[in-house]
């Protein structure tokens, strides 16, 4: 025994068989249920987000093209610009309005527009929308006369606010008139003679000849039967107009009225 074990040699590392170690991948029968679920939870979130940047990039792509058609081509351009209202202001408004045919729809300021028009005298009030594809509507209406202002061999026909906004040769008929220096929104005597004239009764407007204002605290109306009626400045306008009416019965050719509370006939 003890010569057999001499006989042996000892075994080296070197003598030992090597083992070769190679990476192999794993099958995918082989991955965990858990990391097959994260692959695939991956996959379709990698897919939505390139549907949805796909999603986005059509988007902008359409939106361009259609701020490339509605603003540098002809397809929305102005070929019309309507005036709904007035068809005797209507050229008068277009001219105003200022708007070139072939200006892109889209372009057109409309605020810019509508102040453009209201400097028109006539125009009280003027709104600018688009018709598409291709129409600028303007709708204005037009300033009522309150009264006519004689001025020289022409008449001056003033709103109830007292903006002058025509000259005619005549006053129309039915017209009140008053007699004032200088008519218009910021005169005091216009001011007080419309006061007055929005004061009177049916009796007195039907009698009425013309307002006469030198100052706005000497009004006076002469009547169509040739009284006149002191109306003082325009205060107190309503109880002036009721005592005045009740005194157009009495004999005399001048009704005093400036003083309300105490009102004379002479």
């Avoid at 792509?61 to 209202?85: H, K, M």
């Avoid at 001025?151 to 001056?156: A, D, I, P, S």
């Avoid at 009547?223 to 004999?251: C, I, Y």
Wanted: net charge positive; no cysteine.
């Amino acid at each position: 025994m003890a010569g057999e074990a001499r006989g042996r040699r000892p075994v080296t590392d070197a003598a030992r068989p090597r083992r070769r170690w190679r990476l192999v991948l794993a099958r995918r029968p082989d991955l965990p249920a858990l990391v097959r679920r994260l692959f695939a939870r991956a996959r379709r979130h990698r897919s939505r987000v390139l549907l949805a940047l796909g999603a986005g990039v059509l988007a902008v792509a359409v939106v361009i093209a259609a701020l490339v058609v509605v603003y540098q081509t002809s397809a929305f351009a102005v070929r019309d610009v309507r005036v709904d209202g007035s068809r005797a202001l209507a050229a008068d408004v277009r001219t105003a309005a200022a708007v070139p045919p072939g200006t892109p729809l889209a372009d057109v300021d409309l605020a810019a527009t509508a102040r453009r028009v209201r400097t028109l005298p006539p125009v009280r009030t003027a709104v600018v929308s688009r018709e598409w594809p291709h129409t600028v509507v303007v709708t204005v209406t037009e300033r009522t006369p309150a009264a006519a202002v004689p001025q020289g061999h022409t008449v001056r026909l003033v709103d109830a606010t007292g903006v002058v906004f025509r000259t005619v040769a005549s006053a129309p008929r039915g017209l009140p008139t008053i007699q004032v220096a200088h008519p218009g929104p910021a005169d005091d005597s216009t001011r007080a003679a419309l006061t007055v004239l929005a004061a009177l009764t049916p009796k007195l407007r039907a009698d009425l000849r013309r307002i006469e204002v030198p100052r706005p605290t000497r009004v006076t109306l002469r009547l169509s039967d040739g009284r006149s009626v002191v109306w003082g400045d325009a205060s107190r306008s309503d109880r002036k107009a009721a005592a005045a009416t009740a005194l157009l019965s009495q004999d005399g050719s001048t009704i005093d009225v400036s003083a309300p509370d105490l009102v004379t006939v002479r």
